[in-house]
C-alpha cells in the first residue's frame, strides 16, 4: 500500500504565505499611491517591490527602509524613469517625513536604512535601492520630522545614510547634493556585503571641510563597481572615496577630482574591521582615475591610517593594477601615499599619466614598500618629490611621452592601434583577481576581451568588428 503523507493544514498555510506575502506597490502619478508615505515602510517583508515613478517634480519626502529581505526574495525600492529616462527625484529641502515612521538620526540622511523605534532582531537584510536621483541632504537645507517638528541636516548628512544593513545593493542611483553622497556605517561588524555599482555620485561635501566626502564607508565586504564618481560642490575640501572596511574592491570606476580620489585608511571604528582576515587585501583596478589641476591634495591614493593609532593601520597589500591614472596637474603628482612602512603596494599594468611631464609625477610620497611592475610612465618619472624613507622596486616598466589615447581632450583614454601599451601585460600577483570588464562612459561596464597577453590601463584595445569578448557573467549588467 501507497503511503501518502499529508502536511498540517497550518503549516500549509504558513508556506502559501511566505510566497504570497509578497507585494508591489506603485507611487506616482495615476498610481495606487500618491505619496511615498503611503508605502507600507515599516512593514515591508521578503520579495516586496516599492516602484516610485518619475513625475515632473520632486518628491519631498524622506523615510527609512528597515526590512528583512531574503537571498531570494530581496526587498526592492526601484525608481521608474520617465519618458525619456529621467529618474525620480527624492528632494531632502523641506522634505517631509511621514508621521508614522519612528526612527532615530533623521538628521543624517534624506534615505536611512537601518533600524527605528521597533527595531528587527536582525539588521535590514537583503535590500536593493535603485533608479533614483536622491539629493540636497546638508545644511542649510531643513526637513519636517516625523513628530511634525522643524529640523535641519546634520553636516555630515547623505543622499543615502546606512546605519547598519546585510546584502544591500545600490545600482543606478544619482546620489548629490549632499554633505556625503552615499554614508554606511560599519556598526561594530554588522553592516556586511555592500554593492554599489552604476551610480553618479558627485557635487557633495561642505564648503571649507575636510569631513565629508562623495562616499564614506565601512564595511565587512563592500565592492564599489563601474561608477561614476565626479567633482565634489565646488569649495568642498573632501575626499571622493574615503574607505575604512575590511575587504575592500574597487573596479571598473570612473573617479574624477576630490582631495584625494581614493583615501583607504584604518577601519577606526570597529575591532571586527581591523581583526577581520580580509582588512590587509584591498583591490583597485580597472578604474580611470583623473587629478585635475588645482584640485586639492596632489597625492591621488592615501592607503593605510589617519587615525594616529599605527597599530590598528590597514598594513597589508594594496593590489594596484590596470588602472589609467591622469593628471592634469601643472604642478607635481604623487601617485600614492603609504602611511608606514608596514604597508605594501603591488602597483602593475596600469598607465600613468602626467600632461605636464614626468618629471612631475612621482610613485610614492615617501613611506612604504612598493613593487612597481610592467606600468607606462610618462617619461622622467620620480620615485618620490621628497625623500623616499621606503622602498620602491621597479621591473620592465616603460616610458614615453605618449601613452596612445584616442583623444585625451575629450577623455577617452581607451588606446590606438599605434599605442605602445598594447600587449605589454605582466601576469598578475597571485592573490589579485581577474580583469573581466571595463568602464563605460558614464557608470557603465562591458566586458573586457580576454587576450593572452592583456594591454595597459583600464581598457583593451580591439579593432571595431574583430573582438570575440569573453563575458564573466553570461549578460551586461546595463
Not at 536621483?133 to 546638508?138: E, N, V
Not at 574624477?256 to 584604518?266: A, I, Y
Not at 590597514?314 to 604642478?331: A, D, I, P
Request: proline share 5%.
Amino acid at each position: 500500500m501507497m503511503l501518502q503523507f499529508r502536511l498540517p493544514a497550518f503549516v500549509g498555510l504558513l508556506l502559501f504565505a511566505q510566497y504570497a506575502i509578497a507585494a508591489d506597490y506603485h507611487i506616482g502619478p495615476g498610481q495606487n499611491l500618491s505619496r511615498i508615505a503611503d508605502a507600507p515602510w515599516d512593514d515591508l517583508r521578503p520579495g516586496d517591490r516599492v516602484f516610485i515613478h518619475w513625475k515632473s517634480t520632486p518628491y519631498k519626502e524622506k523615510w527609512i527602509i528597515s526590512g528583512l529581505g531574503t537571498a531570494s526574495q530581496p526587498i526592492v525600492v526601484s525608481g521608474v524613469p520617465g519618458p525619456t529616462g529621467q529618474l525620480p527625484v527624492i528632494d531632502g529641502r523641506d522634505a517631509l517625513t511621514p508621521g508614522n515612521l519612528s526612527y532615530w538620526n533623521e538628521r543624517r540622511g534624506v534615505i536611512k536604512v537601518g533600524a527605528d523605534l521597533n527595531p528587527n532582531e536582525e539588521p535590514p537584510t537583503y535590500i536593493v535601492i535603485e533608479n533614483l536621483d536622491i539629493r540636497s541632504g546638508r545644511p542649510p537645507y531643513g526637513f519636517t520630522d516625523d513628530n511634525g517638528a522643524s529640523q535641519s541636516y546634520a553636516k555630515n548628512a547623505a543622499a543615502i545614510y546606512v546605519e547598519v544593513a546585510r546584502h544591500l545593493t545600490i545600482r543606478n542611483c544619482i546620489l548629490r547634493d549632499s554633505g556625503n553622497g552615499l554614508f554606511v556605517g560599519v556598526n561594530e561588524g554588522k553592516t556586511q556585503d555592500i554593492l554599489i555599482e552604476g551610480n553618479r555620485i558627485h557635487d557633495n561635501g561642505i564648503d571649507g571641510s575636510i569631513y565629508e566626502h562623495n562616499t564614506y564607508t565601512a564595511a565587512l565586504g563592500i565592492v564599489y563597481q563601474h561608477n561614476y564618481l565626479g567633482p565634489l560642490r565646488d569649495g568642498a575640501r573632501g575626499n571622493n572615496l574615503k574607505d575604512r572596511s575590511a575587504g575592500l574592491i574597487v573596479r571598473n570606476n570612473w573617479i574624477e577630482s576630490g582631495n584625494r580620489q581614493l583615501d583607504l585608511v584604518d577601519g577606526e571604528d570597529s575591532a571586527a574591521v581591523v581583526n577581520h582576515p580580509d582588512y590587509g587585501r584591498t583591490y583597485v583596478y580597472g578604474n580611470v582615475l583623473i587629478e585635475p589641476d588645482g584640485a586639492g591634495n596632489s597625492q591621488i591614493i592615501h592607503y593605510g591610517g589617519d587615525s594616529g593609532n599605527e597599530s590598528i593601520y590597514r598594513k597589508g597589500t594594496l593590489y594596484f593594477y590596470h588602472n589609467t591614472v591622469v593628471s592634469t596637474r601643472s604642478g607635481n603628482t604623487t601617485l600614492l601615499r603609504l602611511s608606514t612602512n608596514d604597508e605594501h603596494a603591488d602597483i602593475r599594468n596600469n598607465i600613468l599619466y602626467a600632461s605636464s611631464g614626468g618629471s612631475y609625477l612621482a610613485v610614492l610620497n615617501q613611506d612604504g614598500i612598493a613593487d612597481a611592475r610592467n606600468n607606462w610612465l610618462s617619461s622622467g618619472w620620480v620615485a618620490t618629490h621628497g625623500s623616499l624613507a621606503g622602498t620602491l622596486n621597479t621591473l620592465d616598466n616603460i616610458s614615453g611621452t605618449d601613452p596612445g589615447f584616442r583623444n585625451t581632450g575629450t577623455q577617452d583614454f581607451s588606446l590606438v592601434s599605434e599605442s605602445v601599451n598594447i600587449d605589454q601585460a605582466a601576469p598578475l600577483a597571485g592573490a589579485a583577481q581577474p580583469v573581466l570588464r571595463q568602464y563605460v562612459k558614464h557608470a557603465r561596464s562591458e566586458a573586457r576581451s580576454q587576450t593572452s597577453i592583456q594591454d595597459l590601463g583600464a581598457f583593451e584595445y580591439c579593432p571595431e568588428f574583430e573582438c570575440q569578448p569573453l563575458f564573466a557573467d553570461g549578460f551586461e549588467w546595463f
